[in-house]
């Protein structure tokens, strides 16, 4: 009798505990989704926007360090020069900010390819400025920023490849197993028990035995044993 009630109690009590676990994933992936963006994906995006302060520190001290900051954007800006201007590697650091975030923030794209423009375009530029231009002539920054914006660009696009996309994968696969747990969970235990099916056990023998007592005490014509 003890094992048919815990059964019962057991076929009661599982299908809720699953359906309450599967519920709380479910309703902490919908909070996520809520959220502006994953927290991997708000990471990249920090990561894109310290790309382009970075690349604007070693431009503005740069600028300080030839000549001060006046004359030089005077020199880089108003009268530009591909050969020996930094101008055009903090608007390339522009673009890419520009670029990602608008892809990746605010449309919340899940694809590669832009990120792959923005690290083909800087890497080909940047490629075909230390070769004609006269940038390594020009001190440290020559070979600094460059090289700075070209390895943040690829950083960029490691982070995005190998950290980003799968780990947003992986979560969109968990919350719809856990979906799918959640409707399969009644069909895979049996319902609660009707009331029908429970019966009271019979009565025991200790009462009977007493009751048989009280009828020889009452009746005198029976003979004592």
Known sequence: MDSQCSSSVDSRVTPRVLSSINSTHMESYELGEKKCISDVRRTFCLFVTFDLLFVTLLWIIELNVNGGIRNQL?????????????????????????????????????????????????????????????????????????????????????????????????????????????????????????????????????DSDDELLDEDKHDPEKPII
Request: aromatic share 16%.
């Open 74 to 206: 005077d020199k880089e800006v108003l009268h530009y020069d591909y050969h020996a201007s930094f101008f055009d590697i903090f608007v390339l650091a522009v673009f890419r900010f520009a670029s990602l975030i608008m892809a990746y923030a605010v449309c919340k794209l899940r694809h590669w390819w832009a990120i792959a423009i923005t690290t083909a375009i800087t890497s080909f530029f940047l490629i075909v400025k230390v070769i004609l231009s006269k940038l390594l002539s020009q001190g440290a920054f020559g070979y600094l920023l460059p090289i700075v914006s070209f390895v943040l660009a690829w950083i960029e696009t490691w982070l995005l490849d190998f950290k980003v996309l799968p780990q947003e994968a992986d979560d969109e696969n968990r919350y719809l197993s856990a979906l799918d747990a959640a409707e399969r969970a009644p069909l895979m235990h049996p319902g609660p028990m009707s009331d029908g099916q429970f019966y009271s056990p019979p009565e025991s023998l200790a």
